[in-house]
């Protein structure tokens, strides 16, 4: 892993490739297995297969309804949590047990990960509060738009 200076208050997400739409930003996250006993059990679990993070202090952020549930194959009306934590580490790429490719992994505001992932007015409202708990939370400082940047392969070392 190289060292390197993260810019503060970012969020971390990831392309996955789909198969002919392209690339699809998303967050890591997922269902609750058996094996999870709470959803920050499942955000610790989601983190550490879909892009080789170390997770502290979650925090939940509030719930995004789905009237469909497409996003997880049609499975009907739906509420999803969302949730903020402290990125304590990036390991090296990893496949995805789930799907059997590796994820592009990005640096990018809370502000630019809403924008990037499409949710409208409620996700920027959630990233905000993402943004802010950070601040006051953590003692990050906010972060100023700067150009969305890859995690390298071999992982970051957060400073």
Do not use: C, K, Y
Request: aromatic residues 2%; charged residues 20%; hydrophobic residues 40%.
């Amino acid at each position: 892993m190289r060292n390197h200076s993260t810019r503060p208050n970012t969020a971390l997400h990831q392309l996955a490739d789909p198969g002919p739409r392209g690339a699809l930003p998303m967050l890591p996250g997922g269902a609750v297995e058996s094996t999870d006993a709470t959803p920050e059990d499942t955000l610790h679990r989601e983190a550490a297969e879909e892009a080789q993070l170390t997770l502290a202090d979650p925090v939940r952020l509030g719930w995004v309804p789905d009237e469909t549930g497409e996003v997880h194959g049609g499975v009907g009306s739906n509420a999803r949590l969302r949730l903020a934590a402290r990125v304590t580490a990036i390991g090296p790429a990893a496949v995805d047990p789930a799907t059997g490719h590796p994820f592009a992994r990005l640096l990018a505001t809370p502000a630019q990960a809403a924008a990037l992932l499409g949710w409208g007015p409620p996700g920027a409202r959630q990233a905000q509060l993402a943004a802010d708990t950070a601040r006051e939370r953590w003692g990050l400082p906010t972060a100023r738009s700067a150009a969305i940047e890859e995690v390298p392969a071999e992982g970051m070392r957060l400073t």
